[in-house]
């Protein structure tokens, strides 16, 4: 089964892979509340219960599709955790007054944003509420007080941020009294940035897991042609048979072995790999199998 942590000492407990939801609108079997929920039950067979949303993906569709799947199910509600994310407007049918992409994270704004999502996900409450991106034009001081009045408020049990540079996660830290209970930064054999910008250690000295969205790289890393890409997949291939395991464990351990120990955000819309994923929490990778990925993903040695 999958380990389980706090993603910090006062957050709820969550499982150590996390289930993307960003993609099931894009589902070639279609996104039916049967298809929904076959995920769902796939997630919570491997002890995946975290699921990671945000009011935009599928352009605002995605959390609807969720919603009715735990609406048909009500049981299933007290069995996960529901992140899910606010800040970013996109023009779209679903967002008539929107007339340019751009970021809202004032107290005002994530009030809305929540109500609507507690509305599409049919659910009164949110396990983890995320800033999806840092909003340039608001106050650390506004944004920190629309996330503790929605705590207040009983909507939302926690708040964290996500692709947040150190210095913005800890002027937000400064306004609501303690650190955000997570930072989801995109992290993988692709994007390492986060190991060496400060944002890993920060996690770790504020006692936070991080979480790591794209920890294939959204794919790239089973078939982009990018050098990067190319050189890490041959030695994946290589070490895969050495450790029994396929190439995507493997490159799911090599993120979840960073001693900020990120939940991975997973984001197939496959069963077969739902389950697959899940048994990558059982490797260990050995150090110098670490480095020499990293060495292959960077296409030099380390300094
Ligand atoms: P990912 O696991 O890196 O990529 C998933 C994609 O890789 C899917 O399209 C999947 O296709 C494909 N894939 C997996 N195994 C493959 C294989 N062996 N060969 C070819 N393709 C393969 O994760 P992600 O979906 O990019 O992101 C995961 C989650 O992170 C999202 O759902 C979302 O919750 C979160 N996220 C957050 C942010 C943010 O700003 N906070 C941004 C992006 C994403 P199949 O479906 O066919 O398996």
Known sequence: MIPRFKLSPDAPEVSALAY???RIADDPAGSSTARVRAKIDACLAQGITTFDHADIYGLYTCEGLFGRALADA??????IEIVTKCGINVPCDHRPGVRVHHYDASAAAIERCVDRSLRELRTDRIDVLLVHRPDWLTSAEDTARGLLGVIESGKVRSVGVSNYNPHQFALLARYLGHAPVTNQIELSLLRMDAITDGTL?????????????????GGRLLTGDEPGAVRTRALLARLAAEYGATAEQLALAWVAALPSKPQVVIGTNQLDRIRDAAASVRIKLQRE???ELWA???GKPIP
């Open 20 to 22: 993307g939801v960003w």
């Open 201 to 217: 250690d920060q996690c770790q000295g504020a006692d936070v897991h991080p979480m790591a969205w794209s920890p294939l790289g």
């Open 296 to 298: 292959a993903a960077q």
């Open 289 to 291: 199998h670490w480095y």
């Open 74 to 79: 009500p049981s299933l509600r007290d069995q």
